[in-house]
């Protein structure tokens, strides 16, 4: 169970309990909130704070009994990469001879050779360096941003990040509040590692045990964004990333997308999912042919609701560290 999730079902104010359809939908629009948030650049929250807020926005939502829930249409739009992350050349992007499940299964079983074993104190920091480059829809501009966070292990001391060349600073999580992914390495840890454990478990949908046989289509893409999420942390406990991409493997309806490229250029396998609006243009990439994990590709608008900008990311460097700003 998410800590958002915790939330909702505890929050009182002498209301009587949602129901679980109510539940439902109140998570749906959590998660649209989450797909769309838009920060401004003058006091931007970083993309954690933003989860974060989410959370008290749809508590308000699903009381009122006013959540609109997404409806499925438009399925397909999102299975077409842009020709600002497609290669020059690039064969038609619908694919015959690999599947989602094929590209992801293989990931994981690279991932389970190469992984590290990795135990942080929880006084330590996990430092990574993302690398972004944006790329302005109408204009064709591109800008790049080196991205360095430094998180604390245990979430009890202040986290510096930075989000497209801002840097901002995180304060500790107060009681009761939770983020997604959960910030504290103690949290990851408790994750099953068992991909068909681990898609009711982030979802937890009334019960981290619900069969996945009893998900609606609005709680596949529930999974298929937070899993999503959770790949965006550059370390995680021993086993857990695999388990996710094994799992994104049983979402029904993602999709392989070949000639795709990523913010280093390098050719790959986007995996999306386009049977839901909410995830048009963002996808995971994958190497064509070992099926490595290169990086991400999502999509922004401007406040205005001018710009449209096409993020392809990718992380370079991670490491352990003892203190803020230190280096590895």
Same mark, same amino acid.
């Given at each position: 169970?998410?800590?958002e999730?915790e939330?909702?079902?505890?929050?009182?104010?002498?209301?009587?309990?949602?129901s +679980?359809?109510?539940?439902a @939908?109140?998570?749906h629009r959590?998660?649209?909130?989450?797909a769309?948030?838009?920060?401004?650049?003058?006091?931007?929250?970083?993309?954690r704070?933003?989860?974060?807020l989410?959370t008290?926005?749809?508590?308000?939502?699903?009381?009122t009994?006013?959540a609109?829930?997404?409806?499925e249409?438009?399925? =397909?739009e999102?299975?077409?990469?842009?020709?600002?992350?497609?290669?020059?050349g690039?064969?038609?992007?619908?694919?015959?001879? #690999?599947s &989602?499940?094929?590209?992801?299964n293989?990931?994981?079983a690279?991932?389970g050779?190469? +992984? @590290?074993?990795?135990?942080?104190?929880?006084?330590?920091?996990? !430092?990574?360096?993302?690398?972004i480059?944006?790329?302005?829809? @109408?204009?064709?501009?591109?800008?790049? !941003?080196?991205?360095v966070?430094w998180?604390?292990?245990?979430?009890? @001391?202040?986290?510096?990040t930075?989000?497209?060349?801002?840097?901002i600073?995180?304060?500790?999580?107060?009681?009761?509040?939770?983020?997604?992914?959960?910030?504290e390495?103690?949290k990851?840890?408790?994750?099953?590692?068992?991909?068909?454990?681990?898609i009711?478990?982030?979802?937890?949908?009334?019960?981290?045990?619900m069969?996945l046989?009893?998900?609606?289509?609005?709680?596949?893409?529930?999974?298929?964004?937070?899993?999503?999420e959770l790949l965006k942390?550059?370390?995680?406990?021993?086993g857990?990333?695999?388990?996710? !991409?094994?799992?994104?493997?049983?979402?029904p309806g993602v999709?392989?997308?070949?000639?795709?490229?990523?913010?280093?250029?390098?050719?790959?396998?986007?995996?999306?999912?386009?049977k839901s609006?909410? =995830?048009?243009?963002? !996808?995971l990439?994958?190497? &064509?042919k070992s099926?490595a994990f290169?990086g991400?590709?999502?999509?922004?608008t401007?406040?205005s609701g001018?710009e449209?900008?096409?993020?392809?990311?990718?992380? #370079?460097?991670?490491?352990?560290?003892?203190?803020?700003k230190q280096?590895?």
């Amino acid at each position: 169970m998410t800590d958002e999730l915790e939330l909702l079902r505890d929050w009182d104010a002498d209301t009587a309990p949602l129901s +679980e359809a109510a539940r439902a @939908k109140a998570r749906h629009r959590l998660l649209n909130t989450m797909a769309h948030v838009q920060r401004r650049p003058d006091s931007a929250p970083s993309r954690r704070h933003a989860l974060r807020l989410a959370t008290a926005a749809v508590v308000a939502v699903a009381v009122t009994g006013t959540a609109v829930l997404m409806t499925e249409d438009g399925a =397909g739009e999102g299975d077409r990469p842009d020709r600002a992350d497609r290669a020059p050349g690039a064969a038609s992007p619908r694919m015959g001879n #690999v599947s &989602a499940a094929t590209v992801l299964n293989g990931a994981a079983a690279q991932t389970g050779e190469d +992984e @590290k074993t990795v135990a942080p104190r929880d006084d330590q920091f996990i !430092y990574s360096k993302r690398i972004i480059k944006e790329t302005e829809r @109408k204009t064709g501009e591109v800008k790049t !941003y080196e991205d360095v966070n430094w998180d604390s292990v245990d979430g009890s @001391k202040r986290s510096l990040t930075m989000e497209l060349g801002r840097m901002i600073w995180e304060e500790p999580l107060k009681k009761g509040e939770g983020v997604w992914p959960p910030r504290e390495w103690s949290k990851l840890k408790k994750l099953p590692t068992d991909p068909k454990k681990l898609i009711p478990a982030i979802v937890g949908v009334g019960t981290s045990s619900m069969p996945l046989s009893d998900f609606t289509a609005h709680e596949w893409f529930d999974a298929y964004f937070m899993l999503g999420e959770l790949l965006k942390s550059p370390v995680l406990p021993q086993g857990l990333r695999p388990a996710a !991409y094994e799992a994104l493997a049983l979402v029904p309806g993602v999709k392989a997308i070949a000639g795709v490229k990523d913010s280093a250029g390098r050719m790959g396998v986007g995996i999306s999912f386009p049977k839901s609006p909410l =995830g048009k243009g963002r !996808y995971l990439i994958f190497d &064509a042919k070992s099926y490595a994990f290169l990086g991400f590709r999502d999509e922004r608008t401007s406040a205005s609701g001018d710009e449209t900008y096409i993020q392809l990311s990718h992380v #370079v460097d991670w490491a352990i560290v003892d203190r803020l700003k230190q280096l590895p």
